[in-house]
């Protein structure tokens, strides 16, 4: 009889139950292998070339970072409506730096990496101040969030404008130009190293939740789902770095390119671009941005913050002071998109990071960060940002007019939402 009982109390559960999956992870992912599926099929297979997937990836970037910091804006009960401006100005900031400021001062010649790594160092710096001040207004003064960044959108767009007189400031440093894309990528050795380093690392973090679950007599997965969820994810990894590597360089540049710096073309020499130098430099901020939000005391502030504000405060919280840090963070990332929006096109124009506002929000709230606040994560953002991009670039690929994109996009957004609303009512979170 207590056999019986016993089996009744632990019902078989299901070979999903048992990978132990986020439904929600589980579904972003599956839209997005859709939108690639379908966009696949209407581009008669353009849409999942090499070439194709290499420039999707250095093109949702600079959305991905911001959204990273949108997160935690958003997560405090806040909205920054100022970030695409915000990159405008900090990419006119390095602009100047490397190509008058700097030279004229200090004597450098444009591509010395100082030159380029000083200026990236004052545009970050930059950003984070003008964040920072943003977040003293918001917790401080008390004025509302939206209106502080909504005159942030207005003022700093226009602040661009003035440093740069209104023109186009190019060309940018070289060294500079490695966190375009093309300009800077790991080549096929590297880019598989790497590779096999993220394997390496994804399977060791679950080796390390699975025995932070034991020593604390957690249940756990079944050894075989460990092992799945492992295998699925190696092998996402090294199929995104197989297509990066199948993406060939054209004839004639690596000649060009080795011409530039006096040297013959080695024998053998990998012919594949790799791993773009923008697309390692998104992985690290997520792995920073993962290791604040679920590690640190101003994680656990950000996100008990969120939840609940009144308690937060009451239980020794300084919120305002989190305010300003996690607009200063936000700050930052503009600064960093900025260097690859900027690098990317190889110049500063006063239209850089137009309407990036609306698809970092967009990108956040569709990786499921809630607006009511409390609840976000990193990774979320990140693919919200890539399905943002695959929409666009799809329907650009597929002869979609703008004005009809924009509706999409706009509509996917409401839709993303409204499935969020719903999947909280019904999961009670």
């Not at 060309?171 to 050795?189: D, H, R």
């Not at 492992?230 to 540049?253: C, E, H, T």
């Not at 979320?380 to 009809?404: C, H, R």
Request: hydrophobic share 55%; aromatic share 8%.
């Amino acid at each position: 009889m207590s056999d019986i009982s016993e089996g009744a109390a632990r019902p078989r559960r299901s070979f999903v139950h048992q990978l132990e999956l986020d439904l929600r992870l589980v579904g972003m992912i599956g839209a997005f292998v859709l939108i690639c599926v379908v966009f696949n099929v209407m581009s008669d297979g353009r849409f999942l070339t090499p070439r194709n997937v290499f420039n999707l990836s250095i093109q949702t970037v600079s959305v991905a970072i911001m959204a990273t910091g949108m997160v935690f804006v958003i997560v405090t009960r806040h909205i920054d409506l100022s970030v695409g401006s915000l990159l405008a100005t900090c990419s006119a900031i390095m602009a100047m730096s490397q190509t008058t400021w700097l030279p004229s001062l200090l004597g450098f010649t444009l591509d010395d990496p100082m030159n380029a790594l000083l200026a990236v160092l004052i545009g970050v710096a930059c950003g984070a101040l003008i964040g920072a001040f943003h977040g003293w207004l918001v917790g401080y003064l008390g004025i509302p969030a939206f209106i502080v960044t909504l005159g942030g959108l207005l003022v700093w767009r226009n602040v661009a404008w003035y440093l740069t007189n209104g023109q186009t400031i190019g060309p940018l440093s070289e060294p500079y130009l490695l966190f375009g894309g093309v300009n800077g990528t790991l080549g096929e050795t590297w880019s598989w190293i790497v590779g096999l380093v993220a394997v390496a690392f994804s399977v060791w973090v679950l080796m390390q939740a699975r025995r932070n679950k034991t020593a604390h007599d957690m249940p756990v997965k079944p050894i075989w789902a460990e092992a799945v969820v492992a295998a699925i994810i190696a092998v996402a990894i090294l199929g995104f770095i197989w297509l990066l590597n199948s993406y060939d360089i054209p004839p004639g540049r690596l000649e060009r390119i080795f011409a530039a710096r006096g040297e013959p073309l080695p024998e053998g020499f990998s012919t594949g671009y790799g791993l773009p130098v923008s697309v390692l430099l998104l992985i690290g901020v997520a792995i920073v941005m993962t290791v604040i939000a679920r590690r640190t005391r101003l994680g656990r502030y950000i996100f008990a913050t969120g939840g609940n504000p009144d308690a937060a405060e009451l239980s020794g919280i300084n919120t305002r002071l989190l305010t300003v840090k996690v607009f200063a963070i936000m700050g930052a990332l503009c600064a960093i998109s900025a260097v690859v929006a900027s690098a990317r096109l190889a110049n500063h124009g006063n239209d850089i990071g137009t309407l990036d506002e609306l698809r970092v929000i967009a990108a956040a709230v569709i990786g499921g960060t809630a607006l009511a606040g409390g609840i976000g994560t990193i990774y979320g953002a990140i693919l919200g940002a890539l399905i943002m991009q695959s929409l666009q670039s799809g329907m650009a690929m597929v002869g979609v007019d703008a004005p009809l994109q924009n509706i999409v996009v706009g509509s996917v957004l409401v839709l993303a939402v409204f499935i969020d609303i719903i999947y909280r009512k019904r999961t009670g979170a």
